[in-house]
């Protein structure tokens, strides 16, 4: 673990709330913590590098931080009470699915009231099935003679007769919840204390304490009876039938969207999961009939537990900080240092409620850093070269020095895979974000020649070029766009996004079509934006969960019947594929995406029609952006083009076009646009579509969208200074959507 490591319990903060940083300090030096208002988080010496101006305010110390661990897993904790006091012979059984093997693990396990492991279910390192016993310092286990396949569907079950002491365990195959080949068991005599004595249930349970580690796989309808069954009466209560002696049972059919697991049992013995494993997955009765969970609930009936699930490190506060009611809207951060040990957390004052402080409104993507939150890029994880280029280049700029691919105990991003193969599909900022820091460079490798950022550092290049220009702005996140809507942006007259708002939710979208429809003026200054949606937890606040669905490229592809999300019930996936493209919103959407190398844009004739010749008033270049701290250019890396089949307006004109991407970019389709390897769903060759748009309309009421297309645009404004075409290019659109007297009228109306 980090030396010194922290976060925050939210990303944004208005004048008079409290935030509260979280902060684990294994040094065994004293921390120090001041605040800073970040004006640029890039450290690349050629730009404009790390600005920051110090705060004269000071953080209330809570506790000083002490070193804490992580619970890594995600497991139920039940509290059986008195229900299973005078447990003797018993029978516990469970549909389970392993994804991973080689491990010692625990499905279901009864802990006496010390806490000690009394009995359970789980898996050795062979991958057989196993009972568990343990009574004072004697550990018992009792193995399946034959081990299990990686995603097959078995039914397991341990009895004990309390009488015989004969304990039994077996498991037996299944297909569409039906048996699918013969069962197999094997048994022993097992001296257990009577009654056994548990108070405590764990289904996965993590720690070695515990029988093991957490399970990798699905877990569906564990049941605990307080007698021996027969077979057929094992079978019966596996497949949901009434079987007398039921104590509990947990039907993970009901209330997916929560954390809590119901039990159907007569004491009520309902449970909590922690870490937040994946529900809405397809169980052993999936048919395929349905494919929206909400319609076939109990072919959905399974939990899938991963043993590096993580949503909270429930780490104590450490400092709080309550925002001066005049502190102005903007990037701030937390800095800390103990002896050599540094660290920064960044997080986002917002105006008060139902004000604003200035006419321009910033969106920052947050809830796409949390996303990306952690990300261990496949070059580090893969190429030994790539990470000493990377840790070299970091050195030589005094650049954040840690990276998600070495730091993996904090949780990886949902662009990586869990353990046992899986996409993760849940991000949660309650928890050190490694790569949304001051300073923390992406991509190391020379040819990108510029800073290699991406997300929080390199939105930094647009705050610090309105800093350089001197306009006032507020800044506004995700959270309060997705809670508070259209009237939130209403005041402002003008709106403008960074480098990558990728990640929205239908709440988000809506209040950015009020208000370009109600006369706001609205700038998207990115690429691949609006592209996913996403699905926020009510019970955990700083949790989202995104569904890989068909279409788009995507880091891992859900898997078949798991589209739907599992925190709100609707169809994940693209917003195209939701019926609303990107173009729909701001003209242009996601089309093409190669290597962090950039481009420039080729002026068109149509630039020079009065409607927009405006934007280029003062550059008499005809190609513009060939430069850049982003990959060299301003069109790069990922790119949007308009396309009217899709929602772009019939008016919009197109002010520039890239040209000419780098061929060491291996520039691909989006894959949502190919219909085989040579046909398109817009009929044009598939190298016709790779291009990034510069694009400008006019909406009703007075109003105006302008988009740039590209994830590189805004690494091209500190360049010499904050002097080049691209700077005078934003420079004229936002003077002009500044100006109130300016009159935008959508042609034929």
């Not at 009020?514 to 006369?519: E, H, N, P, Q, V």
């Not at 091209?716 to 290019?729: G, H, M, T, W």
């Amino acid at each position: 673990m980090l030396p010194l490591a922290g976060y925050a319990d939210r990303l944004s903060v208005r004048p008079g709330e409290t935030i509260a940083f979280k902060v684990s300090n294994a040094t065994g030096a004293p921390v120090t913590a001041r605040l800073v208002r970040v004006i640029s988080a890039d450290p690349n010496p050629d730009g404009p590098g790390i600005r920051e101006e110090p705060l004269d305010h000071s953080v209330r110390v809570v506790r000083e931080p002490e070193h804490y661990g992580i619970e890594r897993g995600s497991y139920a904790r039940i509290d059986g009470g008195i229900a299973l006091a005078g447990l003797s012979s018993f029978t516990l059984i469970a549909t389970v699915q392993p994804t991973h093997l080689g491990r010692n693990c625990s499905i279901l396990s009864l802990l006496n009231a010390e806490g000690r492991h009394g009995v359970g279910l789980g898996m050795d390192e062979a991958g057989r099935f196993v009972g568990t016993f343990v009574h004072g310092e004697i550990s018992e286990r009792l193995e399946c003679p034959e081990p299990a396949s990686v995603r097959r569907w078995y039914r397991i079950w341990l009895t004990y007769d309390a009488r015989t002491r004969q304990a039994i365990v077996g498991q037996q195959p299944l297909k569409t919840g039906r048996p699918n080949g013969p069962a197999a068991t094997a048994g022993m005599e097992v001296e257990l204390p009577q009654p056994i004595g548990a108070r405590q249930i764990l289904i996965s349970a993590p720690g070695d304490e515990h029988g093991g580690l957490t399970f990798d796989g699905r877990i569906e309808r564990p049941m605990i009876f307080d007698r021996v069954l027969a077979a057929d009466q094992i079978a019966a209560a596996a497949d949901g039938q009434q079987v007398p002696g039921l104590v509990a049972g947990w039907d993970f059919s009901q209330d997916i969207s929560s954390t809590r697991i119901i039990d159907i049992g007569p004491h009520g013995l309902h449970g909590e999961l922690v870490n937040m494993p994946t529900r809405a997955v397809t169980g052993s009765k999936w048919t395929g009939r349905e494919m929206a969970w909400r319609h076939a609930p109990e072919e959905y009936a399974a939990i899938h537990f991963h043993e590096d699930d993580i949503d909270d490190c429930r780490w104590p506060t450490a400092y709080e900080w309550t925002v001066p009611q005049d502190l102005r809207s903007g990037t701030y951060a937390l800095r800390l240092q103990a002896g050599d040990a540094e660290e920064n957390i960044p997080f986002f004052v917002v105006p008060p409620k139902g004000q604003k402080t200035a006419d321009i409104c910033v969106l920052v993507s947050t809830f796409t850093y949390v996303v990306y939150g952690n990300h261990a890029r496949p070059e580090w994880l893969t190429d030994p070269a790539w990470r000493t280029a990377w840790i070299e280049q970091a050195k030589a700029w005094g650049a954040y020095p840690h990276n998600p691919g070495q730091h993996q105990e904090y949780g990886l991003s949902t662009y990586n895979y869990h353990t046992d193969g899986s996409g993760i599909c849940f991000a949660s900022w309650h928890r050190p974000m490694l790569n949304l820091r001051i300073g923390y460079i992406t991509f190391p490798y020379p040819e990108i020649r510029g800073s290699g950022l991406r997300h929080y550092p390199a939105d930094s290049h647009l705050i610090a070029w309105l800093e350089a220009k001197g306009y006032s702005y507020d800044i506004i996140t995700d959270w309060e766009l997705h809670h508070e809507g259209y009237e939130l942006l209403k005041p402002y007259r003008v709106v403008m996004t960074g480098s990558h708002p990728e990640y929205y939710t239908r709440e988000m979208l809506d209040a950015l079509e009020a208000y370009r429809d109600s006369g706001g003026r609205f700038c998207y200054l990115g690429g691949n934006g609006f592209y996913w949606k996403i699905a926020l937890s009510k019970e955990k606040p700083g949790l989202i969960e995104i569904r890989r669905a068909e279409g788009g490229i995507r880091a891992w592809a859900a898997e078949v019947g798991e589209y739907y999300n599992q925190l709100d019930g609707e169809y994940g996936g693209l917003w195209r594929r939701n019926g609303r493209p990107p173009q729909e919103l701001c003209g242009v959407g996601f089309t093409a995406q190669g290597n962090f190398v950039g481009s420039y844009y080729r002026v068109l004739p149509e630039a020079r029609d009065l409607r927009v010749s405006w934007i280029l008033e003062g550059i008499t270049d005809e190609k513009i952006g060939d430069f850049g701290l982003s990959g060299h250019g301003a069109a790069g890396f990922e790119l949007d083009r308009t396309d009217k089949r899709l929602g772009t307006p019939r008016h919009a004109i197109v002010i520039a076009r890239s040209e000419n991407h780098p061929p060491e970019a291996p520039w691909v389709l989006v894959p949502e646009e190919q219909l085989t390897h040579l046909t398109t769903i817009p009929g044009e060759p598939p190298q016709q579509l790779i291009h990034a748009d510069m694009t400008f309309f006019e909406t009703p009421n007075n109003g105006a969208v302008f988009s740039t297309g590209s994830i590189t645009f805004c690494g091209c404004l500190p360049v010499n200074n904050f002097e080049n075409n691209i700077s005078k290019l934003l420079q004229n659109v936002l003077n002009r959507f500044l100006d109130p007297e300016a009159r935008f009228e959508v042609p034929g109306n």
